[in-house]
């Protein structure tokens, strides 16, 4: 198993190199942020200053290659706006991302295993047609939409929830919540509705009935953890979209995460920032793509053993 | 005569399709006795296992039980309520399925299926239900039982695997156990390692076995009775040994004469032509007529009942007369 994980770390590295280098030169296409940052009546000389204060008027190898040097040290420069290290703001903003995708996400499966379970109990029963139609809807909805017709019904029309921001303490978290999970928990209860479906229908399940075993034990023991992996595949497709799909979400909200700090840095031309949020997004991907192969591994026996094998 | 271990009368299995409804079980009656073996013989289609799995209560949705009755212990299987079929299923019937690889669940240990039946019927404590999981995969010839209580079923030969899925039907000592094809799926000298198995266990538990197969052979071998099935009926059934040694059933007699035979080696070997009728256009009068060599105008009319005709249950009209 660590062999496994060794392996896995090291693999990931290249992907995690690309991602860092690529941020690094799609951002220097967008030109030198100087004139983004002194005022229109600037000196020649000012501006000159400016740039090579923040390093700008080097050759674009060798601010690569400080970069990087930076990278391995875990330094990702300051930032342009702020003065503070770009580091420092992206893991200060990560925590509110993350509570919000994990939050959704443990929502989501939740909801996305009972409602699959109960629709796959009684195929093309009323439950399950009306369950597949909200589920399917709601894979289908765009989250901005969603979002935004939240605020209007709920924080505008009733009045009932804040529009934006976190300061009205748990109440701020339904409209985000809300909206990000009715994606992931729609697509989830049509995955775990299938994968629950073929469960029932094969035969060791005909076998653990022919034991005196109860609807119960049918569902939870027997075919729950046989319908799981396909389950935990999408679920990790999606958490990883819910960390992606923050930068939308966290706009409309104002939800201060790392979504938000990257919609920021972006329109900033804040390079250090931008690339240190960047950074930490997809070492996040990263890490959760480890946690979803463990899981694998601890569902399925002979997952375990192919990965024993194979170390 | 021994105890009667379980009593099937006009058993009716129908199956409603897009193309319509038919019969595949029609009106099948069987009794089998503690400490012997039944044995259902016919070829694939022909309504046996479907047989089994309405005694069992484990009809795919399509399938439902229309008529007859499963006598087991006093009680009609397919009037009892629910949760009393599943307090009966374990400790009085129990089934062993065809496919052992499918048939355990790929991702809980042996011992955790092997303990379920103590679990759910005696509520037995989690540590004594292993150490009879261990006990029972001993008892059907698992070497290192006590390692191997917690591996999975892929890390088992197929052999191992039907020995498991036997344990697991034998674990409260049921009085009926169905074997639906056990040895189908294994090499030829695993079979009868796994025949020999059932009958030891036939023995020790005084269980009525209900050998499904479509071996002729095997039924030679282990089977006190045989039922052969034809199109969903029963159209031929008594001691195994008269019934091969004389068979009255032309279809009977077709079956016995497609087996190879020592002394007539290199002769060609006999076989029934034609397929059984489709399940959905069976004609009038009696469903074998289409392939019967012997056929007449009174078969083609009349279906033929299964009635006891020069001391043996056949159903055909032209018994008496292929008597010899």
Partial sequence: MLTFLRRRVLTSLLPLLAVVLGVFVLARLTGNPTALYLPENATAQAREQFSAANGFDKPIWSQLLDYLSGVVRLDFGTSLRTGESAAVMALRAFPATLQLAAVTMLLACLVGTAVGCWAALRPNGLADRVSSLLSMTAASVPDFWLAILGIWVF??????????????GGLSWVLPIAVLMLRPAGVLTQVVRGAMISALGSPYVKVARSKGAGERRVVARHALKNAAPPALTVAGDLAVGLINGAVVVESIFGWPGIGKLLIDAILQRDFAVLQAAVAITAISIFVLNIAIDIGYALLDARVRQKVGAAA | MTAIGMEVSGLTVEL???????????????????????????????????????????????????????QVDGEDLLKVSRKRRR???????????????????????????????????????????????????????????????????????????????????????????????????????VQAQILALLAQLRKEHDMAVVLITHDLAVVAEEADTVAVMYSGRIVETGPVDEVFEDPRHPYTRGLLDSVPVETERGADLSSIPGAPPDLFAIPPGCPYQARCPLVQDVCRAERPALETRAGRAVACHLAEGTAQ
């Fill in chain 2, 16 to 70: 409603t399709t897009p193309r319509g409804t038919t019969r595949a079980v029609d009106g099948v009656s069987f009794t089998a006795h503690r400490g012997r073996t039944l044995a259902l013989l016919g070829e694939s289609g022909c309504g046996k296992s479907m047989t089994a799995q309405a005694i069992v209560g484990l009809l795919e949705p399509i399938a439902s039980v229309t008529a007859g009755s499963v």
């Fill in chain 1, 155 to 168: 924080a505008i029309m009733l009045g009932v929830l804040p529009t934006s921001g976190v300061d009205a």
């Fill in chain 2, 87 to 189: 307090q009966l299923a374990g400790p009085t019937l129990s089934i062993v399925f065809q496919d052992a690889l499918t048939a355990l669940n790929p991702v809980l240990k042996v011992g955790t299926q092997l303990a379920e039946p103590y679990r759910i019927h005696q509520r037995m404590p989690a540590k004594r239900a292993r150490a009879k999981a261990i006990e029972l995969m001993r008892h059907v010839g698992i070497p290192e039982p006590e390692s191997r209580v917690d591996s999975y079923p892929h890390q088992f030969s197929g052999g191992m695997r039907q020995r498991l899925l036997i344990a697991m039907a034998v674990a409260l000592s049921p009085k009926v156990l169905i074997a639906d094809e056990p040895t189908t799926a294994l090499d030829v000298t």
